[in-house]
């Protein structure tokens, strides 16, 4: 492996690890913290087409009149992930990008997508992402996410955009809460099954094929440059901080639940 993947790798590490074993994990127990999970999570989910996207436009020629733009390695291994994201197939063979198939298991479950709809309707309508915030009352805590995947966009630095995508967004789920979504799924199939499917392509193809050609990418953007890598470094190490930040909001939100289901038992005895 690359040296300075190993070593990229070596010192976001314990961070990796405070996101893989966070608390938030041993809450989602049932179909209710679920749902409050999936809602703050599909935040991410839509902010990682964002960036994909604005990766294959800085890489590739996206418009007319066509130029090749930077090495045709780098082209196709974005292409490649590109497809696979936003044209993937859902359990019945039909071309959908992950997002939207995440939205079909949010609404499958029961989850709530009013704010998720309300922040991208208003954000394509006005262009303003604090209108977008407003009107979807979202938490501090998916505000802050979002916006840093958004100033990493603005940045303009490829090298840096491609070290959040890779290290930043991949590989975050633990085998415990698959386990659990499995018995859900398991138990509720009428309501979990897509979220499982949706899981399982995520391990299928983001968690192995993708992450190895992102990786790829990646090292061709930084090349041999100790300032690149360093950047990236920084940039992953503060995406994963966010990350924690809306574990911890989502926690928060499905602990508030879990005590008012708690004092609504004892009142009614």
Request: hydrophobic letters at 40%; a negative charge; proline letters at 3%.
């Amino acid at each position: 492996m690359n040296q300075f993947i190993q070593n990229l790798n070596a010192q976001i590490e314990p961070l990796r690890q405070q996101i893989i074993k966070h608390e938030l994990y041993q809450h989602i127990d049932d179909l209710p913290s679920l749902r409050i999970f999936m809602k703050h999570h599909v935040f991410a989910v839509w902010d990682f087409m964002s960036l994909l996207k604005t990766l294959q436009n800085n890489l590739t020629c996206t418009k007319a009149p066509w130029f090749p733009v930077g090495n045709a390695g780098t082209r196709f291994l974005i292409n490649e992930i590109v497809v696979g994201e936003e044209s993937d197939v859902d359990p019945e063979g039909n071309r959908i990008s992950h997002y939207e198939l995440y939205l079909q298991a949010m609404k499958q479950s029961g989850a709530d997508v009013s704010q998720i709809s309300a922040f991208v309707t208003e954000l394509a309508e006005t262009g303003s992402f604090e209108l977008a915030y407003n009107k979807a009352k979202v938490l501090t805590t998916v505000k802050e996410f979002v916006d840093y995947t958004f100033n990493i966009i603005d940045e303009n630095k490829a090298h840096v955009q491609a070290a959040v995508f890779t290290f930043g967004r991949e590989d975050l789920i633990p085998s415990m809460f698959i386990s659990l979504v499995n018995d859900l799924s398991g138990r509720l199939p009428e309501r979990v099954t897509l979220y499982k499917y949706y899981l399982d392509r995520h391990i299928e193809i983001d968690g192995d094929h993708h992450s190895h050609l992102a990786m790829e990418m990646t090292a061709t953007l930084c090349g041999d440059s100790g300032e690149y890598w360093k950047e990236a470094e920084d940039a992953v190490y503060l995406a994963l901080q966010k990350r924690l930040s809306l574990w911890d909001g989502a926690l928060a939100e499905i602990k508030s639940l879990k005590a008012a289901n708690r004092r609504s038992s004892i009142a009614t005895f």
